[in-house]
């Protein structure tokens, strides 16, 4: 059977998310116990997490999460670290053997900052550089994938149940100021590791449950600045595209939910003839990066998330507010599993993002 | 408003109706000599002929009068007019008021003084249904009929009463048949077509003298017959009008909205002059579409409309034993003509406008050429000689044709 | 009212009117028994030359002549549609005199006359030759609006 | 002389339903019907019959039918029939074979082995009736950076661009070539429907100017009817390096068609042959092509969008490469089944490459060039219907060209009779009462029909496939799959085979 990268695999899934708005540690048990509600959206393919906030002590290193196949990929990998970063820590992720997650890879975690005459040499910018060597390791080191690379915060997953990949990871001895946490329910898959959700780019990580429709066409868009979608994933193509819009071109993430989310062009005709331009320019520009058919992001970056649903609304979104903590997921019961007494809970509209950020 | 109307024909039931385009409401009291309900006078030889009925010659349906809210007063003669008093007396000596009355009083046949002719029991004039049905009673397939007067009305007894009686003979004192209306090989085509027909035609000839059942000629023949019809022409009726002292001359005078001398008093059809278009004269058109016309006109004007009846020509058509004729117009200037066996064309045309014509056998799209001479239309802004061919709109120009079959509809040229 | 208007822009001079005409009066189902071997009478007819080419039918006029001179009363105005009553007509042909467009046909084997009645008396529905006009050059429309 | 040829299609006529009514002799140009009077009846010629139906058409009892002869040569699977024709024919005139219309071989077609995906249980179909299904497209360059005013909002400044309402428009037809009907006919259809139409190399007539806004006008080797107002009074300027139908040939609009409003429309003496030259005398390479870009839009201010077209050839991706290079806002690209008025059989049969794989290639080669928001892609060169659009789409393209299409809505039957100038449906003609067949009313209001109804379809099909927006599906080949093609075929195609 083929793995993800090498066939495309359409799935159904479960997201859930939390944040504090005042930026207070929230332990990972939450979002576990939130996600292991919506266990029959998942089939046991596939679970995870990312955590942003969790590693204050390294917060300005770049923090890469890698499986290894086997211990010569993992000795190639870290000789190709070696060449381009500088390592201030390296040890394996702390794990929990349990009967549910069977099969699990070499899961080591690095703590690293750029080689500065690597990254003088290569005349990119940081983040640039990082991804770049990212793309490096996951194309060139048969065995070797590195499926977190952010800083101050990390992805977990695994091939199992979402709750029973957060015991694995043992995320009760995390805490963060936001977590995304994602159930996988593929319809074809061997499950591989790698494959699992969410799907991480330096500090941006998305949870996805739907199918694109718009797929190949936002892929073969990509791929024309250098994104390479080994995954074949829709998560994955998504994180590029918030990747590239946001962070090389300079677009908010409002801006960025007008493109992959626009609004139908019979919105845009009522709009005031300002917004009307900014909206008309934002499609047409990156027409492309439209994405259609059903899908529900939540989408990671530091200090915030983002919740967007497709412009149709296709696939379930809801959002709960308690104090300072925001609540996002597929059902109400994933929310109310963890704070049943909420403030305020709705659903947003298609196409209309929810931006929650960290109070500075 | 009381509008009082005189003559249950053409132009009476046209002023009728006239009237009731403009004023719904107003009285109208109709007043007819004859006891029928209003029919057509043309028919009466085709009634004779089988080819209509008492029914079908009805000029309009039975509730015509009902629904036009009209007091029709048949057998009602009216004879005097008091234009001062606005009266009209009628037979009886009542008097009925008027605030417009219309003469159409029609016409009515002229005998010319034809010694012994008092002598001949079974004679007969041929203008009204009443005439028709007097003659009818007397028609047996022996008989033998002498027509006097080879016209319009002569002619068309003869037609309506030839499959019914033993020998037919039409004496006139012109040289041709139809003089009226037809030119010289017109005449020539349709006496053959009579004589064919098994009319016997006696022409340059008159009745010098009558016994019961002979007629002395002229020439000195002497023609026996069973039933004698004259049909030698007609007078108007313009002896009432004469009297309440409007102006008449050959036929009561009317102004271009059918307006006699008296303002409140309108004439139309057969008793009236009218300016006749195409040759420019004063002259009676005894014809029925012109009364119609004349009479609408009127009736349009006496409930205080606004018509203009400036159209008037004379116009034609009729059928002799299968054999059409339609003509117009006025027979001055120059000629267009063409002659086939069975067809007859003659077009005559003079200082850019086409005068009139007479077509025999093939008279498709005749009006086309009734409306040039009406509309006076100029020669030179159509393609003449294909109009002489046949009577097409394709000879007018593009703008006059647009006008003619993609407007909403035809407005008429503007002149002068 | 909807009236027909003959736009000779547009007339490719085909006689198909002509021949739908026929075809819609003459009471049969099919064209092919209706008119062969027949020669047709329409009540439109095509003028043509080299350059132009239109048809004409009654155009219904508002005002209508042919009517006014009718001396049956044969010919009536009704609704805005001008029609014949075969029945009292005798083919006096007074009609034909007086239409200014030729749209008058003598009706021969009949003895009566025939014309446009815009297919209100047999079963097309619509004015065939409106219907079957391949190039919309005679078409049933509304323009009183628009004057 | 002998006259070698056997008629290729016989007049079948049923007498027993025939009326002679005789509306096939007065609708055949080429007088193959006639009335025998003698006879009494109706009697045709089929050596003049060139099967464009106008007669079966306008026949009111149906009782016409065109066959093909079979009247035939001794069987010959090398030495076709079609074969010894031609070779007759030129022996006995000496010259090059002329037909019009595209390619009729029997070349693969890949659009008709390429199937369409939709959505099953994992995805839902949207229902077009129900929400929102979105064809809307511009064309034109998506390159050039953000800008931002100084309080950081985006100022949305684009290159000149087409927008379409559906990414279809009327490719390129002369005046000359076609009919001034058929061309009012296109513009007005392409004014209603919001998309545009293509002046082609015959100038542009001064009544049509008001549909501009819908108007590409075209700028060919010939330069005909090109002057400054000319380039303004569209929404494009196309410069036209080549056509499907003649790669590498010019055109020739002979001086008897060069008569009244055409001469004044292409600004050329009245009878005088309108030759296009089979290149560009001012363009030998691509840099050349560059300055005539540039002195298009210099000319234009820089308000149109400047579309290149050419050929489909073998190295289609690599000129295509340098056309996206040359500051061109739009490539338009013509596979060798496009029609033409009239151009040499033997190029319109075997030069060129199909659409298809041209496209494909482009489409593959300016995004790994990573150039491919440099222009939009346009093609053309028999797009037949509606599933033909949402292929070529899927494949890469931003909008397709269609003409023959539009034709055959106007009427046209295809019986490659163009070049005769006796279309009997009025628009491959100028003879006047043949024109004035063509009432653009009618004609207008199918154009609207066909494409209205094609863009209901394209709307279904995306809906199939979870789109709901029209960008979504450009290039998405994903979507697509190919139904008996050779790894080959599939690898330039850029797409798998059905069942992977």
Known sequence: MLKEGQIRIPSGCAISGIISREGKPINGRDIVESIRVMHDRSNGLGGGFAGYGIYPQYKEHYAFHIFYDTQEAREECERFIDRHFDVINLSKIPTKKIPAITDEPLIWRYFVSPHPTKLADSQLDESEFVARCVFRVNTEIEGAYIFSSGKNMGVFKAVGFPEDVGEFYRLDEYEGYSWTAHGRYPTNTPGWWGGAHPFALLNYSIVHNGEISSYDANRRYMEMFGYRCSLQTDTEVITYIIDYLSRKKGLSLEETANVIAAPFWSTIEKKPEEEKLRLTYLRNKFASLLITGPFSIIVGFEKGLMMLNDRLKLRSAVIGEKDDRVYMASEESAIRAIEPELDKIWAPKGGNPVIVTVNE | ?416 | MKRVYVNEKWCISCHLCEYNCAFANSGETSMVKALKGVTIRPRIRVEENDRVSFAVACRHCPDPICVKSCITGALSAKDGIISVDSWKCVGCYTCICACPYGAIQPDETRGVVQKCELCTRNSCGEPACVKGCPNGAIVFEEREKKQ | MINYLYPDYEIVRDPSKCIACRVCERQCANEAHSFDEEAGCMVADSSRCVNCHRCVSLCPTRALKIVKSDHTFKQNANWTGDRITEIYKQASTGGVLLSSMGNPNAFPIYFDKILINASQVTNPSIDPLREPMETKTFLGKKTGEIRRDEKGRILPYTEPQIELSVPIMFSAMSYGSISYNAHESLARAAQELGILYNTGEGGLHEDFRQYGANTIVQVASGRFGVYKDYLEAGAAIEIKMGQGAKPGIGGHLPGTKIVGDISKTRMIPEGSDAISPAPHHDIYSIEDLRQLVFSLKEASEYKKPVIVKIAAVHNVAAIASGVARSGADIIAIDGFRGGTGAAPTRIRDNVGIPIELALASVDSRLREEGIRDNVSIVVGGSIRSSADVVKAIALGADAVYIATAALLSLGCHLCRSCQSGKCNWGIATQRPELVKRLNPDIGSQRLVNLVTAWKHEIMEMMGGMGINSIEALKGNRLMLRGIGLNEKELEILGIKHAGE
């Open chain 2, 1 to 416: 408003m009381r509008y009082v109307i005189i003559g249950n024909s053409a132009a009476g039931i046209g002023c009728a109706e006239g009237i009731r385009k403009t004023d719904k409401d107003g009285e109208i009291i109709l007043f007819s000599k004859e006891k029928q309900h209003t029919y057509s006078r043309p028919l009466i030889s085709y009634w004779l002929e089988g080819k209509t009925s008492l029914e079908k010659m009805k000029y309009r349906p039975d509730h015509f009068y009902k629904k036009n809210k009209i007091v029709f007063r048949p057998s009602t003669e009216v004879v005097s007019i008091d234009p001062v008093g606005k009266t009209v007396r009628i037979q009886k000596g009542e008097s009925v008021s008027y605030d417009k009355l219309m003469i159409a009083s029609g016409s009515k046949p002229f005998l010319p003084p034809m010694p012994g002719i008092e002598k001949v029991k079974k004679r007969f004039s041929f203008m009204s249904l009443d005439d028709a049905v007097q003659l009818e009673k007397q028609l047996t397939p022996e008989s033998r009929v002498l027509i006097v007067g080879a016209g319009l009305i002569g002619l068309k007894c003869a037609e309506g009463i030839r499959s019914r009686v033993g020998k037919i003979t039409v004496v006139d004192l012109a040289d041709r048949v139809l003089p009226s209306i037809l030119d010289e090989k017109a005449s020539a085509m349709i006496r053959k077509h009579l004589k064919a027909n098994g009319i016997d035609l006696i022409l340059s000839d008159s009745v010098a003298s009558f016994t019961a059942k002979t007629a002395a000629l002229k020439s000195g023949k002497e023609i026996r017959f069973d039933l004698l019809v004259t049909a030698v022409g007609v007078r108007p009726n313009t002896e009432q009008a004469a009297q309440a002292g409007l102006a008449v001359k050959k036929g009561i005078v009317t102004d271009l909205h059918m307006r006699t001398s008296d303002p409140s008093i309108y004439a139309a059809g057969d008793c009236t002059e009218s300016q006749d278009v195409s040759s420019g004269t004063q002259r009676i058109l005894a014809l029925l579409p012109n009364a119609y016309m004349q009479g609408e006109c009127a009736g349009i004007n006496m409930a205080g409309g606004n018509s203009v009846f400036d159209k008037a020509i004379p116009m034609n058509s009729m059928g002799l034993f299968g054999l059409h004729m339609v003509t117009a117009g006025t027979y001055e200037g120059e000629c267009y003509r063409k002659k086939t066996e069975d067809s007859y064309k003659c077009l005559y045309y003079k200082e850019n406008v086409l005068k009139g014509f007479i077509l025999i056998g093939d008279i498709g799209a005749a009006g086309i050429y009734t409306s040039m001479i009406r509309e006076q239309t100029p020669l030179d802004s159509v393609d003449f000689d294909l109009l002489k061919k046949n009577p097409r709109l394709i000879a007018f120009s593009k703008d006059e044709r647009e006008q003619k079959i993609n407007t909403r509809f035809y407005r008429e040229p503007v002149k002068g």
